[in-house]
């Protein structure tokens, strides 16, 4: 997550000092721009993260409410939505009746039940970005965005591409505004129509305050008029400062910045209207302009529309929640101390394995599953054996000191001959295109009936050879490559197993095998297929993390360091590593050849019940899907959703974390005897093995951001999908290799797009802490930056009494007793005919 600077309140002082004379800041005005731009990286590195980061210090109420006014975002459901759902029941008539209690006194309840259920409102405000700037087509009849954009969008394009343009931008290495300027130099054409503006670049006379004199002439306008020019392409802009502040997020790295941006697209600005008014024909904008526009960042008081609003939105997640929290309350499952278990599992906390752990259990009684970030407590750098480039394996905001390489490849990367360099070239690339691209024809239009997985699909069992070998261990902490220590210490590792371990609870009663499950997807026709693998692992699969953790884990060393500490592993335990592809359901394991004959019959006998897990899972995701019949047998529909993975013109081969609520932290006890749809993060922990919360803080320092950041950009783009999400995928024209567009002059689209978002309910997260509140309220109030999550309401947060069961939620910084308004919870003994039977999201059952 991006670290978060003033607030909005706190911003109000600067802007009222700036409004009472003092000139303009250059450098205070881009670094505040930075802070309300989009944050999304490059494709290759798209990681989830709260879409408003930058009101993060406020309220959510209050800043859903600036986010709206300032810049026109659609920040909640409307309310002829919320009332639908009411009517269908998703809103409980109870849960309402009860918030407005709360909030408004029970004496009013009447009163604001006829105001959610009938009373019209007004709402059509017109946003306050782009009101100044509004002013040329007011006053001058002139569009200056359709006029600029299209040559600046494909400059900014060409100028940062990453390999999909034949030929590389003339010069790049001085930076984006000098290699401009050396072109417009040494060119017989010019970016240019008329002369000034070709003059100004040149002399060097590109200074925002100097350009902006001439383009507005007031100066206490300038930083507003700023503001609505980049928030005209935010996704751009965005995408610039990403690149400015993370240019290692660029394989090919480009030098580029906001204030080099700004200054060309003001040139192209000058140029456009001396060339359609003449040099002496036009006076800057507020030589027109009768009325000065609102401050864009002053106060944005409260409306009744806004309560209403805000009352049905806590209604509609509540009405969920308590569902969730009775029937953890009603479940009947208690911790047991199973002596002897067939194997354990650990998974990522990711919601999509919820179903296969449930199935694993349900098929094999005996086993354990625990779920854990997906990049298993291990963070390093990994770079293939014939890779260019070393990619982080582990969340976004740690700098890992480590690097893992990979040794002894014996596969080989497939290759479609019709997208190599020989294409490129003038002769070879006709011969090319008149024979092996007829073929690259055919083959196409064969893959439209008979789907299949090509050389240029994304396929997560590629991240890895499973038969190549790890430089985990170091021997030799001396020596460095690219800075980065090759491979682990001895010390290190026990460090981070036994963190691993404690923090999930498993320290007693190893099984034979222990299998540590990362997870990746494959995809064929998706931009955003880094969204689809594991966040954890900043948008790549989790294959190399979890070899590296079963190393670990096996190593005698290491283990005897742990049994120092009251870990005891038996020898006869082995951990091993795996992957789930969570498009199609496959799963693949490592380093099997180092299991005993005895735990290799285990594996055998195991990998039976993985499989038939698998098949289960697929049919419970293809209740989905239109174009399968889920009434077929598992192992039908899964066959299905494998072809269905690889074909070119599926648009949503898997949802990703769509309809995501909530993530419990707790045993598995806990959610084990309900059925949750897929909607849970699960993050194993146990209360008794940390009684003060030390490993707890590690877990919700994690979750309040990355499932927190998840949720929230689910949210917001299934709110908003034209401005704050990508809107539909099926236009979408890849720009260089970084991100996505409509056509060829479109703004870069930040956010999801609708396939992505289309089922899920646009409700906050729910964590659920199985501990004392008294340590959960010491442990979020440890780290400033987590506890702003839960503070200010951008996550709900509920705790569960481990030896009652006795639920308690935290408001305005204490815990107050919780009783949820529903008693009762349907039970069901197999799933399958509520999958069967059902498209949308299933209510919460108990499992029988």
Not at 138 to 160: A, G
Not at 209 to 217: F, R
Not at 602 to 629: M, V, W
Request: hydrophobic residues 35%.
């Amino acid at each position: 997550m991006k670290t978060q600077h003033s607030s909005i309140v706190e911003l109000d002082g600067a802007h009222e000092e700036k409004a009472h004379g003092s000139s303009f800041n250059e450098h205070d005005v881009l670094h505040e721009l930075k802070h309300y731009l989009p944050a999304q990286a490059p494709l290759k590195d798209f990681v989830h993260h709260n879409t408003l980061h930058a009101f993060q210090k406020l309220k959510f109420p209050d800043a859903i409410r600036h986010a709206s006014e300032i810049f026109g975002y659609k920040v909640t459901l409307s309310l002829k939505e919320y009332r639908s759902l009411y009517q269908s029941g998703k809103i409980r008539e109870e849960v309402v009746s009860k918030i407005i209690s709360e909030q408004k006194g029970a004496d009013a309840l009447a009163t604001w039940r006829e105001k959610l259920l009938t009373q019209t409102y007004d709402n059509a405000a017109t946003p306050r970005i782009g009101a100044l700037r509004s002013n040329w087509k007011k006053y001058f009849k002139i569009d200056l965005d359709s006029l600029v954009h299209p040559i600046l969008f494909r400059i900014l394009c060409s100028y940062l591409d990453q390999g999909i343009s034949m030929w590389n931008f003339p010069v790049w290495h001085k930076g984006f505004l000098p290699s401009v300027k050396e072109m417009e130099r040494n060119s017989f054409t010019s970016f240019f129509r008329t002369r000034r503006a070709k003059e100004l670049l040149l002399k060097g006379k590109t200074a925002i305050p100097d350009l902006l004199k001439i383009l507005v002439g007031n100066e206490s306008l300038y930083e507003q008029y700023i503001f609505d020019q980049q928030f005209a392409h935010q996704g751009w802009s965005g995408m610039v400062s990403t690149i400015e502040s993370q240019p290692e997020t660029l394989l090919d790295p480009k030098k580029i910045s906001l204030h080099d941006l700004i200054s060309f697209e003001l040139l192209l600005e000058i140029d456009a209207l001396d060339y359609h008014f003449g040099k002496d024909n036009w006076l800057p904008l507020t030589a027109k302009l009768k009325d000065k526009p609102t401050e864009l960042f002053a106060n944005v008081p409260s409306t009744e529309l806004y309560e209403v609003l805000g009352i049905w939105q806590q209604a509609f997640e509540w009405s969920y929640y308590d569902q969730v929290l009775a029937g953890i309350q009603l479940s009947s499952n208690t911790p047991t101390e199973k002596k002897v278990k067939s194997f354990q599992a650990m998974f990522c906390i990711d919601d999509r394995e919820c179903s296969l752990r449930r199935y694993l259990e349900k098929l094999d009684p005996s086993c354990e599953t625990f779920g854990t970030p997906g990049f298993f407590g291990v963070e390093f750098y990994f770079r293939p054996e014939h890779g260019k480039f070393h990619t982080k394996l582990c969340p976004a905001p740690v700098t890992p000191k480590y690097l893992i390489k990979e040794v002894g490849t014996r596969s080989k990367r497939g290759k479609d001959i019709h997208f190599t360099k020989p294409t490129h070239s003038l002769f070879r690339g006709w011969l090319i295109t008149h024979t092996l691209g007829f073929w690259s024809a055919l083959k196409l239009f064969i893959n439209i009936f008979r789907p299949s997985m090509g050389p240029a699909a994304a396929y997560s069992f590629r991240h890895m050879d499973k038969h190549a070998q790890l430089t985990i261990e170091n021997k030799n902490p001396e020596h460095r490559e690219h800075d980065l220590q090759v491979g682990f210490t001895i010390d290190e590792m026990a460090v981070r197993v036994e963190g691993l371990l404690k923090s999930i609870g498993l320290v007693k009663d190893f099984a034979p095998v222990v299998y540590v499950v990362g997870h990746g997807s494959s995809s064929v026709n998706n931009p955003h297929y880094a969204a689809y693998d594991c966040g954890a692992c900043s948008g790549r699969a989790g294959s190399v993390n979890s070899r590296v953790v079963c190393f670990m884990a096996n190593h005698p060393k290491v283990r005897e360091i742990l049994a120092g500490k009251g870990i005891v592993i038996p020898n006869e335990t082995q951990f091993v590593g795996g992957l789930h592809d969570t498009t199609r359901d496959e799963i693949v394991f490592f380093d099997e050849d180092s299991l005993t004959p005895v735990n290799h019959a285990h594996h055998q006998k195991n990998e039976g019940i993985f499989n038939n897990a698998l098949d289960y899972n697929s049919k419970e995701r293809s209740r989905r899907f239109e174009s399968i019949d889920t009434t077929l047998t598992p192992a039908k529909i899964h066959d299905k959703i494998k072809i269905r993975s690889v074909s070119l013109f599926e648009p949503r081969p898997e949802l990703n974390h769509a309809t995501n609520a909530l993530c419990i932290v707790g045993r598995r006890e806990l959610s084990k005897g309900i059925f949750l749809d897929r909607r849970s993060f699960m993050n194993s922990f146990d209360y008794k093995v940390d009684p003060e919360g030390t490993y707890l803080f590690n877990i919700l320092k994690a979750a309040a951001p990355v499932c927190g950041g998840i949720n929230l950009e689910y949210f917001f783009s299934r709110v908003d999908n034209q401005k704050l999400g990508a809107g539909t995928k099926l236009p979408h024209n890849v720009m260089g290799l970084f991100g996505v567009a409509n056509g060829i002059d479109g703004d870069l689209r930040p956010g999801l797009p609708s396939q992505m978002i289309e089922v899920h309910d646009p409700v906050r997260l729910l964590i659920i802490v199985e501990h004392f509140p008294d340590v959960v309220l010491r442990t979020i109030q440890k780290n400033a930056e987590t506890y702003e999550w839960f503070i200010n309401e951008w996550v709900n947060l509920i705790t569960v009494n481990p030896e009652t069961k006795a639920l308690s939620v935290f408001r305005e910084g204490a815990f107050y007793p919780y009783e949820t308004t529903v008693k009762t919870v349907d039970p069901v003994s197999d799933v399958a005919s509520l999958i069967e039977s059902n498209q949308e999201n299933i209510p919460v059952h108990l499992l029988s």
